[in-house]
């Protein structure tokens, strides 16, 4: 059971509240457990959102990409909850649930290769030691994909965002809510021996 009551933001008293209540709620009227326990704290919920948005449509590295990179940060922090949500997001873009299964298992594999294998080991590499990140890191997305200063900063803030979600759904404990099977994101279905630190570089 979640450890925090779970709000909904289409019946707040709040009318900006209300009137984003929308973005989040599904066709049959369903909102999913992140967005009513972020009620809670709905200024910070709806900025939030808006940001991740823009990260996504606005910036260089596009919707799928961004995407994707939510989905191994969600791995990397082994959040169930998250990997789910975003997995459900990216599969339409990569032909259903079974082939962002195989994207999955790719990456927890160490089987991507090309520019989207050099962007997301630099997303994990900053998430999991930020100060170890070197110049020639950089460099090599600047080389190899054409990153330029906004685009590191717009990869950076994605990282933050998604794993600050992992961190609200992790610590309060919400029950899985996705239509992407529940068990393709367990952390205890990648292959064996399977965590951020045994991730080949």
Same mark, same amino acid.
């Given at each position: 059971?979640? #450890?925090?009551?779970?709000?909904?933001?289409?019946?707040?008293?709040?009318?900006?509240?209300?009137?984003?209540?929308?973005?989040?709620?599904?066709?049959?009227?369903?909102?999913?457990?992140?967005?009513?326990?972020?009620?809670?704290?709905?200024?910070?919920?709806?900025?939030?959102?808006?940001?991740? &948005?823009? &990260?996504?449509?606005?910036?260089?590295?596009?919707?799928?990409?961004?995407?994707?990179? /939510?989905?191994?940060?969600?791995?990397?922090?082994?959040?169930?909850?998250?990997? +789910?949500?975003?997995?459900?997001?990216?599969?339409?873009? &990569?032909? +259903?649930?079974?082939?962002? #299964?195989?994207?999955?298992?790719?990456?927890?594999?160490?089987?991507?290769?090309?520019?989207?294998?050099?962007? !997301?080991?630099?997303?994990?590499? /900053?998430?999991?030691?930020?100060?170890?990140?070197?110049?020639?890191?950089?460099?090599?997305?600047?080389?190899?994909?054409?990153?330029?200063?906004?685009?590191?900063?717009?990869?950076?803030?994605?990282?933050? !965002?998604?794993?600050?979600?992992?961190?609200?759904?992790?610590?309060?404990?919400?029950?899985?809510?996705?239509?992407?099977?529940?068990?393709?994101?367990?952390?205890?279905?990648?292959?064996? +021996?399977?965590?951020?630190?045994?991730?080949?570089?």
């Amino acid at each position: 059971m979640a #450890r925090v009551d779970l709000l909904d933001p289409n019946e707040s008293d709040d009318p900006d509240v209300r009137e984003f209540a929308p973005k989040v709620t599904a066709p049959d009227g369903s909102v999913g457990k992140h967005f009513q326990a972020e009620t809670h704290f709905p200024e910070v919920m709806m900025k939030v959102y808006e940001a991740r &948005l823009d &990260l996504a449509r606005k910036g260089d590295l596009g919707t799928e990409l961004f995407t994707k990179l /939510a989905v191994a940060v969600s791995m990397a922090n082994e959040c169930k909850y998250c990997t +789910g949500a975003y997995a459900k997001q990216l599969s339409p873009r &990569l032909g +259903g649930d079974e082939a962002t #299964r195989e994207w999955q298992l790719a990456l927890a594999s160490g089987d991507l290769d090309g520019d989207e294998a050099l962007v !997301i080991d630099f997303a994990l590499d /900053a998430l999991d030691d930020p100060a170890a990140v070197t110049d020639e890191d950089f460099e090599t997305l600047r080389e190899a994909c054409g990153f330029t200063d906004e685009t590191f900063v717009e990869l950076l803030y994605a990282v933050n !965002i998604v794993s600050g979600y992992n961190r609200v759904t992790m610590a309060t404990d919400l029950g899985y809510d996705h239509d992407y099977p529940e068990e393709w994101a367990d952390p205890d279905s990648y292959p064996a +021996g399977f965590r951020r630190s045994a991730w080949p570089s």
